[in-house]
């Protein structure tokens, strides 16, 4: 390992990692292939990353403005030319090596409360590379002596090279404002019908919350199909820009803007919410 980045390896699958920033993943590859966009060499902007956590919420708070348990709550953006925080604290901060080995590793973060997730926790991020690709998982431990809203996701930039189509099932998509915040929920064909697989190439941007999701998408490679599989993760964030050569089908526990729409249960003193994705031969 370096401080740039640990190389996991199984079969003819490889992750690298990050191991100490945002506990980003840098690439992803099967028998040479890209399967997550790869970082460049000396990037280490997140949103060049192949993959980061989603914690302790998911995509957008509106305003960054919420009351939970009788309790205003205020946070910053925290990105730049955001003007809503988005995709929690984790991706942000410090992270360290808990256990390594040559197919696996785990890595942790420790947030204390403050102006930007008024709660402390600890996030556990756990990669387990095999023959058939890759399980990550997600734990998230409220440390805090009050109960928490907690959502949880993963946010994967794949690779447009070599694939034909994407397809997955959900039962509805939330519609979005300019701000790609949520504002009406309708059905799951609003936007294209991805059931039987549809292509990427299309003139409009997709960016919005799929609800009820299968919990399976697949992706149709020209090289062999790829799976996307998650648990604990009934919403699908997909994102899919004109013209460029990546998309994301992100795994996650609740929808944008939760806290204020359809909250999260509370995460207990002491609890922990899991959820996994799974990236592996269909």
């Known amino acids: ?52 956590p989603l914690a302790p919420y998911a995509n957008r708070i509106a305003d960054g403005r919420f009351v939970w348990e009788g309790t205003a709550h205020a946070i910053a953006p925290n990105a730049p030319d955001q003007k809503h ?31 930007d997730w008024a709660w402390a926790f600890t996030l556990r991020q756990h990669f387990q590379l095999g023959t058939d690709g890759l399980e990550a998982r997600l734990e998230l431990t409220n440390t805090d002596s009050t109960a928490m809203p907690a959502g949880l996701g993963f946010h994967p930039w794949f690779t447009r090279e070599g694939v034909t189509g994407v397809a997955f099932t959900a039962k509805a998509v939330w519609l979005a404002d ?31 919350c799929y609800v009820g999701w299968s919990g399976l998408l697949r992706i149709q490679r020209g090289d062999g199909d790829v799976l996307v599989e998650g648990d604990g993760t009934p919403f699908l964030h997909f994102y899919v820009p004109p013209e460029r050569d990546f998309f994301c089908a992100e795994p996650q526990s609740t929808m944008p803007d939760a806290v204020n729409r359809e909250a999260p249960a509370p995460l207990a003193p002491g609890e922990t919410l899991t959820v996994t994705m799974r990236i592996r031969n269909a």
């Open 85 to 115: 925080p988005l995709h929690g604290t984790a991706w942000l901060g410090e992270w360290s090596v808990e256990t390594q080995g040559a197919d696996f590793a785990t890595l942790i973060h420790h947030h204390a409360a403050g102006a």
């Open 178 to 208: 300019a701000d790609m915040l949520p504002t009406v929920r309708a059905t799951a064909d609003s936007l294209g019908d991805w059931s039987q697989g549809a292509g990427l190439e299309r003139p409009d941007l997709v960016d919005h």
């Open 1 to 52: 390992m370096s401080d740039r980045g640990m190389i996991l390896a199984a079969g003819d699958w490889r992750l690298s990692l990050d191991p100490h920033r945002g506990g980003m993943v840098r690439a992803l590859s099967r028998r040479g292939k890209d399967i997550l966009r790869p970082m460049s060499e000396g990037a280490d902007a997140l949103f060049d990353s192949a993959c980061f």
